[in-house]
């Protein structure tokens, strides 16, 4: 499934309804999210944000690794992968425990190589302009569309 924007504020909104969907399911999911720093990923997550945590204030997490929003009825972790070199790195780090607990999105999930979890919902997001995005979102299930 392919989206251009051209706004973040449409980024943002590909990104609620992807939340969205993921809260009907209400169970456990993980999302790898792929793009060039800049390319407008932690948006993508504020979108997300707006409808699993609403009322937090989402920052991109690069110096703790994860944030946590607890105010949805389902937890929601927020990833940042940039400064590990591989998935061995968070084997000390209770990562598999949060795959378990809610749901997870992971920017830069690049640095997991071969490790990203099976079933994952995949992300890419590519500049094609000053604020224009295509968004490719693929491992829905087959009925579900954003």
Not at 23 to 46: I, N, W
Not at 73 to 95: K, M, N, Q, T, V
Not at 99 to 124: H, K, M, Y
Request: glycine fraction near 14%; include cysteine.
């Amino acid at each position: 499934m392919e989206f251009i924007t051209n706004t973040p504020e449409e980024t943002g909104e590909i990104g609620r309804r992807l939340g969205d969907l993921l809260m009907k399911r209400g169970e456990p999911s993980f999302v790898a999210m792929y793009g060039d720093l800049g390319a407008g990923k932690t948006v993508f997550v504020r979108g997300m944000a707006s409808v699993l945590s609403p009322g937090s204030r989402v920052k991109s997490p690069t110096y703790t690794l994860v944030n946590e929003y607890r105010r949805g009825p389902i937890p929601f972790f927020h990833f940042d992968l940039y400064r590990i070199s591989g998935a061995d790195e968070l084997d000390g780090f209770g990562f598999e425990e949060y795959l378990a607990r809610g749901i997870c999105v992971a920017e830069w999930s690049e640095n997991l190589g071969e490790d990203v979890p099976d079933g994952a919902v995949t992300v890419r997001i590519e500049k094609t302009g000053e604020d224009g995005r295509r968004i490719t979102v693929e491992n829905l299930g087959e009925e579900e569309t954003l």
